[in-house]
């Protein structure tokens, strides 16, 4: 689906237009095999980079062709089974493009006219929608971060279902690593291409700090689920090893009397098996016997 809309410094709110006017921005949703040649013909944009906006595989990058720029990012998609999809901007001296599989929320809040969005000054639209792009990438880290960290509490007491869980959150800081590394090189690339004023060149350069922060804040709770799951192992070897010793120090304490009872159980003639009191002699050397091993085992600290 292909939208225009456009709004100038005098207008009060974004407007949906029914087709392209110069400095309008092109909103295209889950495009046909047919919008896509449209877009490539009518804008004559590239028809591969228009179709790497729909690849959820796709590698952040930008790609220059004098006034024109392909700036490929990622953005989250908490509703979705595959969180991480990509979007493709197009900046161009008519126009500013945005291209996605599925509407990314911030795309309905500018919509919606929540969000302030000047479409004739694209290179402000641009770094509106980089800011976008990093708040929702910053709340999917600091969640993430929150359930690392209350995972971190109880790592003692972690069942399966917490495990899968702290695996799951493993691979989403995994993939926001991945996103804001390449994010940082976009943004960096961006300032040398592009040129900005000089209120506008702080601010991508803030996004890129940012940035930086939520990928040292992602590499540090990767750090702690390592740190977790390395405890978590630890701590349930331990108890598996104190599992085993009683069963064995069990069966061990069985064995002394089976093997006595089953020597006086043989039919064959043996010492005291007439002494009225034998019973209570054969009781007593088991629980001599019970009383020798447990202090062994204490002595060497295995109870």
């Given at each position: 689906?292909?939208?225009?809309?456009?709004?100038?410094?005098?207008?009060?709110?974004?407007?949906?237009?029914?087709?392209?006017?110069t400095?309008?921005?092109?909103?295209?949703?889950d495009?046909?095999?047919?919008?896509?040649?449209?877009?490539?013909?009518?804008?004559?944009?590239d028809?591969q980079?228009?179709?790497?906006?729909l690849?959820?595989?796709?590698?952040?990058?930008?790609?220059?062709?004098?006034?024109?720029?392909?700036?490929?990012l990622k953005?989250?998609?908490?509703?979705?089974?595959?969180?991480?999809?990509?979007?493709?901007?197009?900046?161009?001296e008519?126009?500013?493009?945005?291209?996605?599989?599925?509407?990314?929320?911030?795309?309905?809040?500018i919509?919606?006219?929540?969000?302030?969005?000047?479409?004739?000054?694209r290179?402000?639209a641009?770094?509106?929608?980089?800011?976008?792009?990093?708040?929702?990438?910053?709340?999917?880290?600091?969640?993430?971060v929150?359930?690392?960290?209350?995972?971190?509490?109880k790592?003692?007491?972690?069942?399966e279902?917490?495990?899968?869980?702290l695996?799951?959150?493993?691979?989403?800081?995994?993939?926001?690593?991945?996103?804001?590394?390449?994010?940082?090189?976009v943004?960096?690339?961006?300032?040398?291409?592009?040129?900005?004023?000089?209120?506008?060149?702080?601010?991508i350069?803030?996004?890129?700090?940012?940035?930086?922060?939520?990928?040292?804040?992602?590499?540090?709770?990767?750090?702690?689920i390592?740190?977790i799951?390395n405890s978590?192992?630890?701590?349930?070897?331990?108890?598996?090893?104190?599992?085993?010793?009683?069963?064995?120090?069990?069966?061990i304490?069985?064995?002394?009397?089976?093997?006595?009872?089953?020597?006086y159980?043989m039919?064959?003639?043996?010492?005291?098996?007439?002494?009225?009191?034998?019973?209570?002699?054969?009781?007593?050397?088991?629980?001599?016997?019970?009383?020798?091993?447990?202090?062994?085992?204490?002595?060497?600290?295995i109870?």
């Amino acid at each position: 689906m292909i939208s225009y809309f456009k709004r100038t410094i005098k207008d009060r709110k974004l407007k949906k237009i029914p087709e392209f006017k110069t400095g309008c921005w092109i909103n295209v949703v889950d495009p046909t095999e047919e919008e896509i040649s449209f877009l490539e013909k009518r804008f004559s944009l590239d028809k591969q980079n228009l179709k790497s906006g729909l690849d959820e595989n796709e590698v952040p990058r930008v790609e220059s062709e004098k006034t024109r720029h392909y700036i490929l990012l990622k953005t989250i998609q908490p509703h979705l089974e595959k969180e991480m999809e990509t979007i493709l901007i197009v900046l161009d001296e008519n126009f500013i493009l945005t291209l996605s599989k599925n509407k990314p929320n911030f795309i309905e809040s500018i919509e919606g006219g929540r969000i302030k969005f000047i479409t004739t000054r694209r290179k402000q639209a641009l770094l509106k929608i980089f800011s976008l792009l990093n708040k929702e990438f910053e709340k999917s880290t600091l969640r993430i971060v929150k359930k690392v960290r209350k995972e971190k509490k109880k790592y003692q007491n972690l069942g399966e279902k917490e495990i899968n869980e702290l695996l799951l959150q493993e691979d989403k800081l995994n993939d926001l690593v991945f996103t804001y590394y390449y994010s940082i090189l976009v943004y960096k690339k961006i300032i040398k291409n592009i040129k900005f004023f000089e209120e506008d060149r702080e601010l991508i350069e803030d996004l890129i700090i940012e940035a930086e922060q939520g990928f040292n804040l992602c590499k540090s709770s990767l750090k702690t689920i390592s740190n977790i799951r390395n405890s978590s192992f630890i701590f349930l070897s331990n108890r598996l090893n104190k599992v085993i010793n009683l069963l064995t120090v069990l069966t061990i304490l069985i064995s002394i009397p089976a093997a006595i009872s089953g020597i006086y159980g043989m039919n064959v003639l043996l010492p005291f098996q007439h002494n009225p009191h034998i019973f209570y002699y054969i009781i007593g050397v088991i629980l001599f016997s019970w009383i020798i091993f447990i202090a062994y085992l204490k002595k060497v600290k295995i109870l």
